[in-house]
């Protein structure tokens, strides 16, 4: 079987919503960031075998926004493009998707990544305004004018805010932030410590900004529609976070005795990732030295209730698939949806109740040592554009692996709707 | 004679394919006219034919016009307007035959080509972007004398007529059946059909009468709304012409004049007019420089024509300055992605500004969709690496006139590129051999001098280095040139190479007329009234004077005391004037309104005059310099020929095409008289003005340039 590496990835700047990248539509972002990758690569458009991309909001003016991009970027008329969604996971699942390809030789150079404008998600009509307009249209005399017109209601102005939709489950019901409330409760993680772990994250993330460390992985964004102002560097990360402002925050979603905040959940943000997958062969064939070889990926499902937990299945999936153990893994990057969240999944991973219950598993899966986990901050502090933030996580996992010359590592992510995905990478090929 | 064939089809309608023998293109001359009016007869005799259509028989051409030489050959008025007579029978010939006709166009339809059309009963034609239609005349100092200045308003209307006509415009379809000027717009693939079907249905009879609005009642359709239409026509034209081209205003009278004569009238006012002007000077200068540009566009630069040029698929530009933002826009609106360079993000930002501006005028022109802008803006990829040029077929460096900075972005460029890269420099000044010196491969290196601003000037001048640059990578930058729409001429690695060059005396020389009193908006406005689009201090103030400045020292070191460069630039930049840039120049823009900047004069300590005339001295001191120094480029061979030194004066700084370009003007003035001039000039003011050997030898030969 054909082994599948990454090459190099690139993002944009990861920019709080409803700021600098409001009028910036997702497939702009993610064009950008694709073209200068290759750029950088300095890869022909034309040995790329397919182009894969993760997003959420499929905006309905760019549908199948892989396509989209992959031609604003300039590739070929020819090179096929899709587009796949596994909700917060959607970035990870492209370069899965482009592992698989490579492993059963269907593609040797796969661009694949992920974006999201969250300022771009729109206000919809309500139902009933659109069945009126669909009544009016077909009215033709001036009685069914009228009578038509007699059935309109002010509250068909009232708009369905898509955003807040698409972070409540449709199943369960619950919104992401009430998932996160129930695992705090059940887990008895206290505010403090997600206050204290949130702290971190911006702590660690101003730290790798300053040390330059995102140099690498970040191409500048010149501004539309002028130009005349660049972006180079991440607005979200607080240097000046303390725990008392963090503290001052109410509960978001459970308002009387929840614990989980706008301070201790992820940020809303506009982001877009790109990566280049190819099989080892090509890569040594091309002369690209990869960054690291993708030992296994896996995705599982979980209860809708409790999709906070996904990563601590997913991890063990794909560990099992890799034939290795939790200790084995040098560095972790696991999505920071919340601060409750994460701390589930540390707590869960080093419970043998949840081994032997849920895992069926004799020992806990392991320890994740603090030290190795998001060691350059996470999504309270970057922002989770949520069909980008998986693709990040791969790409900023393999550049610190190689800066720590490390042999293993895990990128792992919680899915909306009751899911996981995890992928281990390996050093060089 | 087989320049048209008839074919006749079933339900009796007759096909007549135009193809011209011999051509790739279809035009219209006195002999195709008669092979016309000879098959139009016969049609009209045959009494079995119901309908008729016109379709051409090349590819995306329609008809390109009516034949230019022969239009040149014309000697006299009389003639002239005898030629108009003729021709203008072949659209009354299609008006008058008994049955309907319609012209089925796919492709170009100028000039002499959209006059004949105006005969048939129907107009059909292609939605195909090829499918261009107008009345480009008095852009080679005509005016359309097939009775187009007298049907045209009849069916577009005044004010859409004279948009056309005086401004020479070439319409897309869908305009033309915005305007009424077409019946319908098809797609190609069913021009043919729906052209027989329109026929056959009898559709023809139902055609769209132009629309009478609100608008046309008050304007248009009433005495006083015409006058009044004429007088801001009048201005419009007198504002853009400067009164030095007659062709535009000759047509409007000719409009305006025929607008309620009855067709014989009309027709014969429409002839007279077109004698007049076709055997003016004008004209006849006009439509050289139309064949210059024709020719310029076939050389190939080289001899040997089994050298081909390489495509150029991708391409870089250093230096994010004004000049290599707008080849960086230059190069993506013409399909090639472009890699930008620059030291830092600022500069980089810089760059995309400007670009993105020219692609927003572009939008706003309704040049391109916003969509078409953001496809070709996006293809601008900026970096402060040299990362993604491994696979460039070109790069052009537009880094600041230093020396030693461009030649260690060469030697970056060489260890950035591959091998068959060709190395561009965009320097107005610098020696291209310098510049490349220290690289392996110089065969690759070669200039590409852009003329600022890049979007505008349509000259690029290609500077080969002698014994070093390769014949393929002339070649390729030649091709190249075209290939992004500019003209291109291949001029040798001298200082100034040949625009700037000769403009070095002529900017001189105004300085000496400043130091005598003369004030800087005086001389600049006697130049523009030669025809120049902008006088010399003008232009300087446009160039950046201390680029110019730059330049005139080393051009100072390489060409000697005839080009010793007064020292007014020297102490104007010295003072902190830059020009348009810093709004610090010979002029100064004060809320909108350009002026005279007086505290110039007190830097330089020149009192200004007061000039009541203007002398004939002036311009001649100026211009003839300039052909003394384009006289010596001939001489050293900067350049092969004087054609060349037209095309670069003409299209590289605006030379007035009226004039047929520089040379071209020194035949008409007489090589014998500039000679004599200079010798004068040179006894009262020195060596600057010693005539070029080349001068003296025509003088004493009685040769012209062009000639010789």
């Known amino acids: ?429 | 004679m087989s320049s048209f064939r008839v074919e006749k089809t079933a339900s009796h309608l007759a096909i007549v394919t135009f193809d011209l023998e011999g051509e790739k293109i279809n035009k219209i001359s006195t002999d195709i006219g008669k092979e016309l009016e000879v098959l139009l007869e016969g049609l009209k005799k045959d009494r079995s034919i119901q309908g008729m259509i016109l379709v051409s028989g090349k590819k995306d051409i329609f008809i390109a016009g009516a034949d230019i030489y022969e239009i040149l050959s014309v000697t006299s008025s009389q003639e002239g307007t005898e030629k108009s007579r003729e021709a203008q029978r072949l659209p009354a010939l299609i008006e008058s035959l008994p049955f309907p006709s319609v012209a089925a166009i796919h492709g170009a339809c100028l000039g002499g080509g959209l006059e004949l059309v105006l005969g048939f009963s129907y107009v059909i034609a292609t939605d195909d972007p090829k499918t261009k239609i107008g009345l480009p005349e008095v852009s080679l100092g005509i005016l359309p004398g097939m009775g187009g200045c007298v049907r045209l308003p009849k069916r577009v209307g005044l004010q859409n007529a004279l948009d056309m006509i005086l401004g020479a415009k070439v319409w897309p379809a869908k305009k033309c059946f915005k305007t009424k000027l077409i019946d319908e717009w098809v797609p190609k693939e069913i021009l043919l059909e729906r052209s027989l079907e329109v026929l056959e249905e009898g559709i023809w009879k139902k055609r769209k009468r132009e629309k009478v609005s609100i608008q046309s009642l008050l304007l248009e359709k009433n005495r006083f709304g015409r006058s009044l239409i004429y007088k801001k026509a009048k201005e419009q034209v007198l504002d853009k012409t400067k009164g030095h081209y007659p062709a535009p205003l000759r047509a409007l009278e000719v409009i305006y004049e025929t607008l309620d004569r009855g067709m014989t009238d009309a027709l014969a006012i429409e002839a007279e007019a077109f004698g007049e002007l076709v055997s003016t000077s004008i004209c006849k200068n006009l439509m050289g420089v139309f064949f210059l540009q024709e020719a310029a566009k076939k050389k190939t630069g080289s001899n040997t024509p089994d050298i081909l040029p390489k495509v150029i698929e991708h391409a870089g530009v250093v230096g994010a300055g004004a000049m290599g933002g707008g080849i960086a826009q230059l190069l993506s609106h013409r399909g090639i992605p472009v890699r930008l360079k620059d030291i830092e993000t600022k500069a980089l930002s810089r760059g995309l500004s400007t670009a993105k501006k020219l692609f927003d005028d572009l939008v706003l022109k309704k040049k391109l969709t916003t969509r078409e802008a953001y496809q070709k803006m996006i293809q601008i990829s900026p970096t402060t690496q040299y990362s993604g040029f491994k696979h460039l077929d070109l790069v052009i460096e537009a880094v600041i006139e230093d020396l030693s900075v461009k030649q260690k972005v060469f030697l970056d460029l060489q260890a950035s590129t591959s091998p068959e890269t060709i190395l561009a420099t965009n320097t107005s000044s610098l020696s291209v051999k310098d510049i490349g010196s220290a690289c392996a491969h110089p065969e690759r290196i070669i200039g590409l001098h852009f003329f600022n601003p890049v979007h505008k000037m349509p000259l690029v001048e290609v500077i080969r280095v002698k014994e070093v640059t390769s014949e393929e990578t002339v070649v390729t930058a030649v091709q190249f040139v075209k290939q992004i729409g500019k003209v291109p001429i291949v001029v040798k690695d001298v200082s100034g190479f040949l625009v700037n060059r000769i403009l070095m005396p002529y900017m001189n020389e105004a300085c000496y007329l400043l130091e005598e009193g003369i004030s800087i908006s005086m001389i600049d406005q006697t130049v523009e009234a030669f025809g120049l689009p902008m006088g010399p201090f003008a232009l300087t103030d446009a160039v950046g004077i201390d680029i110019a400045q730059k330049a005139s020292h080393v051009m100072y070191q390489a060409y000697g005391e005839r080009l010793k460069p007064h020292d007014f630039l020297d102490k104007v930049v010295q003072a902190g004037f830059l020009g348009n840039k810093n709004n610090q120049g010979f002029y100064k823009k004060d809320k909108k309104e350009k002026h005279e900047n007086a505290t110039i004069y007190s830097i330089i300590d020149v009192k200004p005059r007061e000039q009541a005339y203007v002398s004939q001295d002036w311009i001649e001191r100026m211009i003839f310099l300039m052909i003394n120094e384009a006289a010596l480029c001939l001489e050293e061979g900067v350049v092969e020929q004087p054609q060349d030194v037209d095309v670069g004066m003409v299209f590289g700084m605006g030379f007035p095409p009226f004039r047929g370009g520089l040379m071209k003007y020194a035949d008409s003035v007489g090589v014998d008289k500039i000679f004599s001039e200079l010798e004068i000039l040179e006894r009262r003011y020195g060596l600057r003005f010693k005539p070029a050997l080349l001068i003296e030898r025509l003088a004493r030969s009685g040769g012209t340039f062009y000639e010789h």
């Open chain 1, 1 to 429: 079987m054909a082994q599948a590496v990454l090459i190099d990835g690139l993002r944009s700047p990861f920019v709080k919503s409803g700021s600098k990248l409001n009028d910036v539509p997702a497939h702009e972002l993610a064009t950008v960031v694709v073209r200068d990758l290759l750029a950088k690569l300095d890869l022909s458009a034309d040995v790329v075998d397919e182009v894969i991309f993760g997003n959420i909001s499929q905006s309905s003016d760019a549908a199948n926004v892989a396509r989209v991009i992959a031609l604003n970027a300039g590739l070929p008329f020819s090179i096929p493009a899709h587009t796949v969604v596994r909700n917060c996971a959607s970035g990870m699942e492209a370069i899965s998707e482009a592992c698989d390809r490579i492993h059963l030789n269907e593609s040797e150079v796969i661009v694949c990544g992920g974006v999201e404008s969250m300022s771009n998600i729109p206000l919809i009509f309500p139902k009933n305004y659109t069945n009126f307009l669909a009544e009016w249209m077909k009215a033709k005399s001036w009685v069914q004018k009228l009578k038509t017109l007699s059935s309109f209601r002010l509250s068909m102005f009232s708009p369905r805010v898509a955003l807040l939709e698409g972070l409540t489950d449709p199943f369960c019901g619950l919104s992401m932030g009430h998932t996160a409330e129930v695992l705090a409760r059940e887990w008895n993680i206290s505010r403090k410590a997600q206050d204290e772990y949130a702290l971190q994250s911006h702590r660690l993330a101003v730290k790798a900004g300053q040390d330059g460390k995102f140099l690498d992985e970040m191409t500048p964004f010149y501004l539309p529609p002028k130009y005349d102002e660049v972006i180079q560097e991440d607005i979200g990360p607080r240097s000046q976070q303390s725990m008392e402002q963090l503290s001052k925050l109410k509960p978001v979603f459970d308002k009387y005795y929840g614990s989980v905040t706008a301070g201790n959940s992820c940020q809303i943000t506009d982001g877009a990732v790109a990566a280049v997958i190819m099989s080892s062969e090509k890569a040594a064939s091309l002369g690209y030295e990869p960054l690291a070889t993708v030992k296994s990926h896996a995705a599982v499902g979980t209860d809708p209730k409790r999709m906070g937990l996904g990563p601590v299945f997913a991890m063990h999936k794909a560990l099992q698939k890799a034939n290795l153990q939790l200790s084995d893994m040098e560095l972790i990057e696991l999505n920071e949806a919340f601060a409750a969240q994460v701390l589930a999944v540390c707590n869960a991973c080093e419970s043998e109740k949840f081994a032997k219950e849920k895992l069926g598993l004799d020992a806990p899966l392991g320890n994740i040592r603090k030290e190795i986990l998001n060691v350059n901050g996470g999504a309270i502090a970057l922002g989770h554009p949520v069909g980008a933030s998986g693709a990040r996580l791969v790409v900023t996992l393999a550049k610190e692996m190689k800066r720590r010359h490390l042999r293993y590592g895990l990128a792992t992510l919680c899915v909306g709707g009751g899911q996981g995905a995890a992928m281990i990478l390996e050093a060089g090929t």
